[in-house]
């Protein structure tokens, strides 16, 4: 059952004429225009992906985790940086899962996410590489050459004064992709995404539009564009305070089926961003998932503590990418 005052969400599974959608045709039809319309609001991007070339800036091993510090072009003729952590014992011959782990909100930015710096219970890269995925940590533009997010906005803008920052962290996260494919020692076919609160935010985006993840597990992102400050301009910005805004974020769960997603939540802990309340969301996209006529692959847990990522938490995530990828 919904939670009282559950989030009125708009119908999936009814097409642009007011038919209802009851076949995976239908569906697929409704999701192309669906993204569609969702690209549309974020802005464009550019055509050209730049070649992967990563360039090693630092390198050391660490707990059986070999980690590079790499500098490559996300954009042309824009760089930056990012972790790339093997399993010492990686080899081309039996290739790995991958992982593109997305930091949250910290000065340490990647050094966090990769076992560098910061609370172990962040560490989440590092320990995923601890057992067996080769994980990239790319850092998030926000904090790439720049002071303050004013700063990078500023400098975003001028290249592409019609594009959503969140699109920009879309395109980053997407070229995370592109770095773990140009690795042998990683199977194209099981990359998966995780992240903690901005890196959930990155992980839902980029699980929705990019096909090439195959399961995704998003801690405390506040799912509902409601739930936390998808307003501000380093995100989606103030057009969702709109009375008209027709974009909501279960549309994001449905752009996903049938893939592997799970929300983590914190709800009954401080600054909880997510809980009963995003229920609803998973709800509503578990009617997409089943038109795929196969076991629905969408939940979440709720661990009770708040905004973070607590020890039974991480291992859910952990389970979850070893069960799917």
């Given at each position: 059952n919904l939670p009282e005052g559950a989030a009125q969400l708009s119908p999936l599974l009814i097409d642009q004429d007011g038919q209802p959608i009851e076949t995976l045709e239908k569906w697929r039809v409704a999701k192309t225009h669906l993204r569609r319309t969702w690209i549309d609001f974020l802005g464009p991007m550019p055509d050209e992906r730049p070649a992967v070339e990563l360039e090693i800036l630092t390198e050391d091993v660490n707990g059986g985790v070999s980690r590079q510090l790499v500098r490559y072009e996300t954009e042309v003729d824009v760089p930056v940086e990012g972790y790339l952590l093997r399993p010492s014992n990686a080899d081309a011959s039996t290739p790995l899962p991958g992982v593109v782990a997305l930091h949250q909100t910290t000065r340490h930015t990647i050094d966090q996410v990769a076992g560098v710096a910061g609370p172990a219970e962040q560490q989440i890269g590092w320990k995923l590489a601890r057992r067996g995925f080769v994980v990239f940590c790319p850092r998030c533009f926000l904090w790439q050459n720049a002071t303050n997010f004013v700063q990078a906005m500023a400098h975003f803008k001028r290249r592409r004064p019609h594009t959503n920052c969140m699109r920009?962290?879309?395109?980053?996260?997407?070229?995370?992709?592109?770095?773990?494919?140009?690795?042998?020692?990683?199977?194209?076919?099981?990359?998966?995404?995780?992240?903690?609160?901005?890196?959930?935010?990155?992980?839902?985006?980029?699980?929705?539009?990019?096909?090439?993840?195959?399961?995704?597990?998003?801690?405390?992102?506040?799912?509902?564009?409601?739930?936390?400050?998808?307003?501000?301009?380093w995100f989606l910005g103030p057009a969702v305070r709109d009375p008209d805004f027709a974009l909501e974020h279960h549309q994001l769960l449905a752009l996903i089926a049938p893939r592997?997603?799970?929300?983590?939540?914190?709800?009954?802990?401080?600054?909880a961003a997510d809980g009963a309340r995003s229920w609803p969301f998973i709800e509503a996209a578990s009617?997409?998932?089943?038109?795929?006529?196969?076991?629905?692959?969408?939940?979440m847990y709720n661990h009770g503590q708040g905004h973070t990522l607590p020890s039974q938490a991480f291992e859910k995530m952990a389970e979850w990418l070893e069960a799917y990828v």
């Open positions: 920009k962290m879309l395109w980053d996260a997407s070229r995370g992709v592109d770095v773990l494919n140009s690795l042998p020692e990683v199977d194209s076919n099981r990359i998966a995404s995780v992240g903690h609160s901005l890196g959930a935010i990155e992980t839902l985006y980029l699980a929705a539009f990019d096909e090439r993840i195959r399961a995704a597990v998003a801690s405390e992102p506040g799912i509902g564009i409601k739930f936390n400050n998808w307003y501000d301009p592997p997603f799970l929300l983590l939540a914190g709800e009954g802990g401080k600054h009617r997409v998932y089943q038109l795929y006529g196969n076991t629905t692959r969408i939940g």
